[in-house]
């Protein structure tokens, strides 16, 4: 079993920066990878950013790409979200996510823990 924990949401004007943390503890060596996703009221879930084990690779979204920046530290077991000039349109709950061994990336059913999420909401 994997725990995640997020943190670091909140309310913010459009073009500010945060930073989302996931902390992870248990058997977190069982994760190859690790994403964040988010979902906005009536909308589906959808992957965000993820990077492997290593933090070799990394994936983001295109609606993301040039303005999050995904990337973890090993031995603290934590993951980060840079999120800079925010939008309104990435106003979501966002999700902290680990998968043993994803056939893809992209697909909420692909991960086997996930956290319990927290709210980031940009202001026009």
């Known amino acids: 079993q994997v725990q995640l924990v997020e943190s670091g949401g909140g309310m913010v004007q459009a073009g500010v920066s945060l930073r989302l943390s996931c902390a992870a503890s248990g058997r977190t060596s069982s994760s190859s990878v690790m994403a964040w996703f988010r979902q906005a009221p009536g909308k589906e879930r959808e992957v965000v950013a993820a990077?492997?084990?290593?933090?070799?690779?990394?994936y983001y979204a295109d609606s993301v790409k040039g303005r999050f920046t995904i990337s973890r530290d090993n031995a603290k077991n934590v993951v980060y979200l840079q999120m800079n000039s925010l939008k309104p349109e990435d106003t979501a709950v966002y999700y902290c996510?680990?998968?043993?061994?994803?056939?893809?990336?992209?697909?909420?059913?692909?991960?086997?823990?996930w956290g319990q999420g927290t709210q980031v909401t940009v202001t026009s």
């Open positions: 996510a680990a998968a043993q061994r994803p056939t893809t990336v992209i697909v909420p059913a692909e991960y086997d823990w």
């Open positions: 990077i492997t084990r290593s933090g070799g690779s990394t």
